[in-house]
C-alpha cells in the first residue's frame, strides 16, 4: 500500500515532532511512507474563514498531490474532517482522494487493523477529543484505543471532554473573549484530572489549549497523541 | 403574468445593533450571568440528553421531521394557500403581512376594531421578531405577557435572551427582586422559592385573563389540510389566552406550515423531548377556526413572510427555515453559555440566531453572527430536524463583507499556498527569520513561545502563549532523511 503523509502547513512550520512521529510510526509497523514536497495546506481556513474562491487553488493542489495514492495519513482531525467534507461539494473531482484520507487513528485502526503500535509512555495524559475528529470524521474512541494499548501510560478521564476548547480557527482571533471563557474552562478541566500531559489529535487546538495552560504555568505540557504512540521508551 | 420580485429582507428585533464580539465582551466579564447560564443550560442539557437516549427510534424521528420541513418548503406557496382555504371556512380570517410593520399594522387594527385597549399574550417569538409589544403601545394598547418567564423579562424592561426560556439570565433572587420591584400585587413578603415566585405569578395573571378581550398568540405549527393552529406550553397561561378572550389573533411566521395533521404525530414527539426535555409537554391546545359557543368566536391568523421568502430562495441556507424553536441548540452551545442571548442583538439567539438573523436580515446587516460559532458542531448533534448549522455559518461567511485587511492578508496567504514553490520558499522563509527570536526565547524562558505581540496579534496572546516556528521544519527534517 502506498501511504502519503499529508503533514498540514501548521505541523510542517510549527510542530514537525508530530509529523516526525507519524512516520515513525508507520515505518515501526513496517510500512513504507512517502512525503511528496508539493503539498501545501488543504484551504480549511480560507473555506471556513468566508473566503472559498481563494481556498480553491489549495483544494486542486491537494488532488494533484495526493491522487495516485492509495491512503492518504493526516495528524490532523480538522484538515481531515476539511477534505472528506467539503471537497467533494467544492470541487467533485476530488471526490476519489477525499475517500481516502484519514486521520491517523482511522489509518492505524480501521485501514491497517492495529491497536498496539508498540509505545510505551511513562506519564498520566488526559485526552481531549477535538471537535472535528469527534463530531464530523466521528472518530469515537479510536485515539483511546490506541493510547490504551500504550506501556506505561497512565490515562485520566477529562471533564466536559466533548466541550469545544474555544480555538475555532479564526474565531479565536475575532472572538477573543468567549474564546478565552471557553479556554479558561477547558484548562480548569485539564487541571483538575492531575494529568502531566494533555493529548489530542489536533496541534491548532493544542496550541490553543496549550498556549493558555503555559501562560498559567501549569505544568502540563500539550502534546498531539501520535507523539506518544510514537514513543518507546528507549533513547533516542 | 406577475412579473417574480426579488425577496424583501426583513425588519423587526432581528439585527445586531452591535457587532457580536463587542456585545459579547460585558456578558463574559459578568460573573453572575457566567453562573447563572451554566448552571441552566447545563440542567436542561442533560434532561434532555436522558429523554432522547430513551427513544430507540430518535434518529429516524430526525430524519422524518427534516423530510416534512423540507417538503413543505419545496411548495411552501400551494400549502400557505391551501391552509388559508382550511381556516377560511373553518370561520378564521386569515391575512398577509410582508414584514414587520405590516404585520403590526393589522393587529393593531384588529384590536382596535375589538375595541379593546388591553391584550393578554402567549408567549410567542413572532411576536417578539416583529416588535409588536411596542406597536400595541404606541397605540394606547397594553399588552401583558402571560407566560412566566416573558412575564419576568417584560417586568424588568428587559428583552429575552433565549427562545425557550426567555429569563434564563436570571436567577430566582433577580426574579423575586424583579416582582418585588414592579408587580403591585406582590405579597410583601415574597420568597424567592420558585412555588412562592410562580402562585404571586399566577395570582396576578388570574385577573389579566378574566378580564381581557383580545389575546395574541403565535403557533408552533399550522396545518394547511385542516387549518388548524396548534401552540405547545408547559404552563397553561397560554390555554388560558387561548379560551377565555372573545377575540384571538395569532401571529404565525409562513414556515410554521405542516402539510397534513397527521405530521404533527412526528413533531409533538421531536419538540418537548428537544426543548424542556419532557416527553411530553404539559398543554398542546389546538384550534380551528371558531367552534360556535366555546372559546374565542372572532379568530384571526397573520401570516408573516419578514424575510423568509429571501431565506427559502438560498437553497443551501433554505433548512433555516426548518427551526422549530426548541432551543436544543442554545443549550449545548458553548458560545451561547458565556455570551448569553441578548449578545446575538435578536430574538433568535445562539447557533439558530447566527444562521437564521443574517438571512432574514440580509448577511451585511449580521455580519458578525456568523462568525459567532467555533463550528464545533454540538448544535447539528442534537438538533430534532437536522439543521446542519455548522455548513450553514461558513456558507453565510462567503456571502459577509469582509475587512479589508483581512480580504488582502487572506489573498496574499492564498497565492503563497496555491504555488508549492513559493510555500516552500515562505516556510524556509519564516523558519530563518523566526530563528533567532525563537532560541532568544528558548534560552530565556525554556520555551520557543511568545508572551506579548501588539496588535492584532495580541487577540491570540492576551491569554494564550503563541508558538514560533520550530528550528526545523517537517521537511527540511523529511530532506535529510
Not at chain 2, 405569578?201 to 378574566?210: E, G, N, P, V, W
Amino acid at each position: 500500500m502506498r501511504i502519503a503523509l499529508f503533514i498540514t502547513c501548521v505541523n510542517d512550520l510549527a510542530f514537525p515532532a508530530t509529523g516526525i512521529a507519524v512516520t515513525r510510526i508507520l515505518r515501526r509497523l513496517g510500512h513504507t511512507v512517502d512525503f511528496p514536497a508539493d503539498q501545501t495546506c488543504c484551504g480549511q481556513m480560507h473555506a471556513n474563514t468566508g473566503y472559498r474562491a481563494e481556498a480553491m487553488p489549495m483544494v486542486r493542489n491537494y488532488v494533484d498531490v495526493f491522487d495516485s495514492y492509495d491512503a492518504i495519513v493526516a495528524p490532523s482531525g480538522s484538515c481531515t474532517a476539511m477534505i472528506r467534507d467539503q471537497y467533494p461539494h467544492l470541487h467533485p473531482p476530488a471526490t476519489s482522494v477525499a475517500a481516502r484520507t484519514y486521520e491517523l487513528s482511522e489509518l492505524l485502526v480501521d485501514v491497517l487493523g492495529v491497536t498496539d503500535v508498540g509505545a510505551e509512555f511513562r506519564e498520566t495524559v488526559t485526552y481531549h477529543p477535538t471537535c472535528h475528529g469527534l463530531r464530523m470524521l466521528r472518530l469515537g474512541d479510536r485515539p483511546l484505543t490506541l493510547l490504551r494499548q500504550v506501556r506505561g501510560i497512565k490515562l485520566v478521564e477529562l471533564g466536559d471532554a466533548e466541550e469545544c476548547c474555544g480555538f475555532g480557527g479564526t474565531f479565536a482571533l475575532k472572538n477573543p473573549d468567549v474564546s478565552t471563557a471557553m479556554l479558561t474552562d477547558k484548562c480548569a478541566r485539564v487541571r483538575d484530572t492531575g494529568a502531566r500531559v494533555l493529548a489530542a489529535a489536533d496541534n491548532s487546538c493544542l496550541a490553543h489549549i496549550g498556549g493558555g495552560l503555559d501562560r498559567h504555568r501549569s505544568g502540563v505540557r500539550a502534546v498531539h497523541y501520535a507523539e506518544i504512540l510514537a514513543e518507546t521508551g528507549a533513547t533516542s | 403574468m406577475s412579473r417574480p420580485v426579488a425577496p424583501a429582507t426583513g425588519s423587526g428585533r432581528i439585527r445586531t445593533p452591535l457587532p457580536f464580539p463587542t456585545a459579547a465582551k460585558p456578558a463574559v466579564a459578568d460573573t453572575q450571568l457566567r453562573a447563572n447560564l451554566h448552571r441552566a443550560t447545563r440542567t436542561i442539557r442533560a434532561k434532555r440528553a436522558r429523554v432522547v437516549d430513551e427513544v430507540p427510534d430518535w434518529e429516524a424521528l430526525r430524519d422524518a421531521g427534516a423530510a416534512i420541513k423540507a417538503d413543505v418548503q419545496r411548495r411552501l406557496p400551494e400549502l400557505l394557500e391551501q391552509f388559508e382555504a382550511s381556516a377560511t371556512a373553518a370561520g378564521a380570517t386569515v391575512h398577509w403581512a410582508r414584514d414587520a410593520a405590516e404585520a403590526c399594522r393589522i393587529v393593531v387594527a384588529l384590536t382596535q376594531a375589538a375595541g379593546a385597549d388591553e391584550v393578554v399574550k402567549v408567549k410567542s417569538m413572532a411576536t417578539q421578531e416583529i416588535e409588536l409589544n411596542e406597536a400595541l403601545e404606541a397605540a394606547g394598547i397594553a399588552a401583558y405577557e402571560t407566560d412566566l418567564a416573558e412575564l419576568i423579562v417584560q417586568l424588568g424592561d428587559d428583552t429575552p435572551s433565549h427562545i425557550l426560556v426567555p429569563a434564563i439570565h436570571y436567577n430566582r433572587a433577580q426574579i423575586r427582586e424583579i416582582f418585588q420591584r414592579r408587580m403591585a400585587d406582590a405579597p410583601a413578603d415574597l420568597s424567592d422559592e420558585p412555588a412562592a415566585l410562580a402562585e404571586a405569578a399566577r395570582a396576578h395573571l388570574r385577573r389579566r385573563f378574566l378580564s381581557a378581550r383580545v389575546a395574541v398568540s403565535g403557533a408552533n405549527f399550522a396545518v394547511a389540510d385542516t387549518g388548524t393552529l396548534v401552540v405547545v406550553e408547559s404552563e397553561g397561561n397560554g390555554r388560558m389566552c387561548l379560551t377565555l378572550p372573545e377575540t384571538l389573533i395569532s401571529v404565525v411566521g409562513v414556515e410554521k406550515l405542516l402539510p397534513t395533521f397527521t405530521d404533527l404525530e412526528v413533531f409533538l414527539q421531536l419538540l418537548p423531548r428537544s426543548s424542556t426535555g419532557e416527553r411530553m409537554n404539559p398543554y398542546t391546545s389546538m384550534w380551528t377556526g371558531v367552534t360556535p359557543g366555546d372559546g374565542p368566536q372572532d379568530v384571526h391568523v397573520v401570516l408573516v413572510d419578514n424575510g423568509r421568502s429571501a431565506v427559502l430562495a438560498d437553497p443551501v441556507g433554505r433548512p433555516a427555515l426548518s427551526c422549530i424553536r426548541c432551543s436544543a441548540c442554545l443549550n449545548v452551545c458553548p458560545v451561547y453559555e458565556r455570551a448569553g442571548g441578548h449578545a446575538y442583538g435578536s430574538v433568535y439567539p445562539g447557533p439558530i440566531g447566527a444562521i437564521l438573523s443574517p438571512q432574514l436580515t440580509g448577511v451585511a446587516d449580521n455580519a458578525s453572527l456568523p462568525y459567532a460559532s467555533t463550528l464545533c458542531g454540538a448544535c447539528y448533534d442534537v438538533c430534532p430536524v437536522k439543521i446542519n448549522i455548522p455548513e450553514i455559518l461558513v456558507h453565510l461567511r462567503q456571502q459577509a463583507p469582509h475587512p479589508p485587511a483581512e480580504r488582502a492578508a487572506m489573498r496574499v496567504l492564498s497565492w503563497v499556498m496555491r504555488s508549492p514553490r513559493r510555500w516552500a520558499a515562505a516556510l524556509r522563509l519564516a523558519r530563518v527569520g523566526a530563528g533567532p527570536l525563537g532560541a532568544y526565547r528558548e534560552r530565556r524562558t525554556g520555551a520557543r513561545t511568545l508572551r506579548r505581540l501588539p496588535w492584532p496579534a495580541s487577540a491570540w496572546t492576551r491569554s494564550r502563549d503563541l508558538p514560533l516556528p520550530a528550528p526545523q521544519t517537517f521537511r527540511e527534517w523529511w530532506g535529510k532523511q
